[in-house]
């Protein structure tokens, strides 16, 4: 079956560093990935939508310059949070889609990283 | 602004019995997901719902899609203690609903 992987699973930086994390489709190619960020005991909340080789698109309230995303290859994007605060602390969790870009059929869930800001 | 509601958003039951669990959701769709997660990990993909009547079905679980009514349901069918996680709906893959944390009990 198809995998997504993230890495790291887990995170703890201090408040103003930046962080990245790593989404990939192991076997087989995602036209389209998805963010999703999700507190305790809480539902998910999509981030954005990232597509192969163009600029990914924001939910609204989200900022671009806060988490910039980066989908540069068909197997890999990367999420970075940039000068990251204690209210950006929760799980992120990526998601891929293979097939055409825009048609949303079946989206493979990575296990997601759990980020702690001090 | 497409809203999905999921209720109940806390379901205890007893081993044995059936229940139903609800989504709806304010605008047109033909594709709603259901998902399984277990505390502390990622999701797992239940059913793949993409035409009104749907209806499919897996061990004890049965999700069915009325587009006219906006609704899908998730029915389980004697329960058993490792049915116990939160489902979620999902209207376009990637709306979800607020999530119902079953717990099934011996």
């Known amino acids: 079956g198809a995998v997504v992987s993230q890495h790291p699973s887990w995170v703890i930086c201090k408040s103003g560093t930046s962080v990245k994390i790593e989404c990939r489709s192991l076997d087989f190619q995602a036209t389209t990935m998805f963010w999703y960020r999700q507190f305790p005991k809480q539902s998910l909340m999509l981030m954005a939508t990232?597509?192969?080789?163009?600029?990914?698109?924001?939910e609204q309230g989200v900022e671009k310059d806060k988490f910039l995303i980066n989908h540069a290859s068909l197997t890999l994007s990367t999420l970075t949070v940039t000068s990251a605060h204690p209210e950006d602390s929760s799980f992120y969790i990526c998601?891929?889609?293979?097939?055409?870009?825009?048609?949303?059929?079946?989206?493979?869930f990575g296990p997601g990283t759990r980020l702690t800001v001090l | 602004e497409l809203k999905v509601e999921q209720n109940p958003l806390f379901l205890s039951m007893q081993e044995g019995k059936n229940y139903t669990i609800y989504c709806n959701y304010s605008t047109t769709s033909d594709r709603l997901y259901w998902y399984r997660q277990d505390p502390g990990k990622s999701l797992e993909s239940l059913f793949v719902l993409l035409s009104n009547g749907a209806v499919k079905q897996e061990g004890r679980l049965m999700a069915s899609l009325d587009t006219k009514a906006r609704l899908s349901t998730l029915h389980i069918t004697a329960a058993v203690h490792d049915l116990s996680a939160t489902y979620f709906c999902a209207v376009e893959g990637m709306r979800f609903g607020a999530g119902t944390r079953l717990t099934v009990k011996p």
């Open positions: 990232s597509n192969e080789g163009s600029k990914a698109t924001y």
């Open positions: 998601s891929a889609e293979p097939g055409l870009a825009g048609v949303t059929d079946t989206q493979y």
